[in-house]
């Protein structure tokens, strides 16, 4: 066995005569298990808070979603519907057509986006299985499915065929507009449905009809906003898209979930960074107990170095000897404070201890990742933390 780890060994599971030692030496291995513990814990957390809040845009958005590279539109022959079906790895495509619009009831307007959808949507998207109230319309039809903020900022209700539910679009052209009939295309729609998914959604769109959005729009036939994209569960995501660019001679952009999400994603990041990085100098300051308690170690072994140097031992075998310590300490402590937050997340997964609401459970989420870099945190840490308290001992020390 390597020497200075048998004497390290030695100097960690003994007691000291200085009683004092002991409890620093105590406090900095407690600070260290506390530490690893609430760094785990608080990662865990903030990995079920981000699975949370992606979960409402991840079952909304498609698996990837096509968009043209210039302008608003993209140019779709019957050809390469076709070769999009052949994809092998494409479950279901859907084309749809959006735009800002302005929609008007009772008095009320409202400046949001129409969401043109083909039959196929519902195959790509879950907004049809969360319907608050009603039904999905039907195609050919001037029916629409609007959010639950939508319905309430306009105070608007299912089947009023009383009071028109009208949309407004503006026409293309140049011309002088000399009437609002001339400015706007204008249709009377019919809400047969309320989604309900999450605030941001639930007021940003109304879904309506393809071809009744192309024609508000002013849009031919082949031409849609985008192309949603539905890819099977072991699908190679890359090769797809390789494919899908390869049909529209690269006149596109495809984009994943992520990238659709790009500033969401960006922001849940920056936070999950922002809280390892307060919590891991919450970890450092606990580690100057433990560079105290190693050289109140080596001032109390000073006589134990001595001897050993003189038997021959060489300072760096003797730096080594506390060098092993810290870094042994930090481990244990680590191992320790691992094992607790495991426990403490894999209990709140499967009993739901701490609520949010009386309805939702406080999201955790064990990760192996998170493990290795809380693991990995410490131990480099302790390592560092042991290497500036095994420098103090040199020649003239001992002499």
């Known amino acids: ?23 620093i030496t105590a406090i900095a291995s407690l600070g260290i298990i506390v530490g690893t513990l609430a760094l785990f814990v608080v990662m865990s957390v903030f990995s079920g808070l981000k699975l949370f809040s992606l979960s409402f845009s991840n079952d909304f958005d498609p698996d990837l979603k ?53 039959p196929n949507f519902t195959k790509t998207n879950v907004v049809s299985k969360n319907l608050f109230n009603g039904e999905w319309f039907s195609q050919e039809t001037p029916e629409v499915v609007v959010g639950y903020g939508i319905s309430e900022k306009l105070s608007l209700g299912l089947f009023d065929f009383n009071n028109p539910f009208e949309v407004y679009v503006p026409r293309k052209g140049k011309a002088i507009i000399e009437s609002e009939a001339e400015a706007f295309s204008k249709s009377r729609i019919i809400p047969v449905g309320i989604y309900a998914i999450s605030e941001d959604l639930d007021s940003k769109y109304v879904f309506c009809d393809l071809e009744l959005a192309q024609k508000l729009l002013q849009y ?14 072991v699908a190679d995501e890359e090769k797809v898209i390789d494919k899908v660019n390869s049909i529209f001679h690269n006149n596109v952009v ?39 308690a190693l050289i109140m170690m080596i001032l109390d072994k000073k006589g134990n170095l001595k001897t050993l140097y003189n038997l ?43 609520m949010i609401t009386s309805t939702l459970a406080y999201p955790v989420v064990f990760s192996v990742q998170n493990v290795l870099i809380v693991f990995g945190t410490i131990v480099t840490l302790g390592v560092l933390s042991s290497w500036i308290a095994s420098s103090r001992i040199n020649k003239k020390m001992l002499d």
Do not use: C, H, W
């Open 1 to 23: 066995m390597n020497f200075s780890l048998y004497i390290a060994k030695r100097y960690l599971f003994s007691k000291s005569n200085n009683n004092a030692i002991n409890i």
């Open 66 to 118: 096509v968009f043209p590279t210039k302008g608003k539109t993209i140019n779709i022959s019957s050809v390469q519907e076709n070769q999009l079906r052949k994809v092998k790895d494409i479950t279901v495509f859907s084309k749809v057509t959006e735009e800002r619009v302005l929609f008007y009831f009772k008095g009320k307007e409202l400046v949001t986006y129409l969401k043109g959808v083909d």
């Open 220 to 233: 031919k036939p082949n031409e849609v906003s985008a192309i949603e994209i539905k890819m099977d569960s």
């Open 254 to 292: 495809v984009k994943n979930r992520s990238q659709q999400n790009a500033t969401l994603y960006k922001m849940l990041n920056t936070e999950n960074i922002a809280v390892y990085l307060i919590f891991t100098l919450v970890i450092i300051i606990a580690l100057f107990n433990l560079v105290g």
């Open 312 to 354: 021959g031992a060489e300072i760096k075998d003797l730096k080594k000897i506390f060098l092993f310590q810290g870094s042994l300490l930090s481990i244990i402590g680590g191992i320790i404070g691992l094992l607790l937050g495991i426990i403490i997340v894999l209990v709140q997964q499967k009993f739901k201890i701490i």
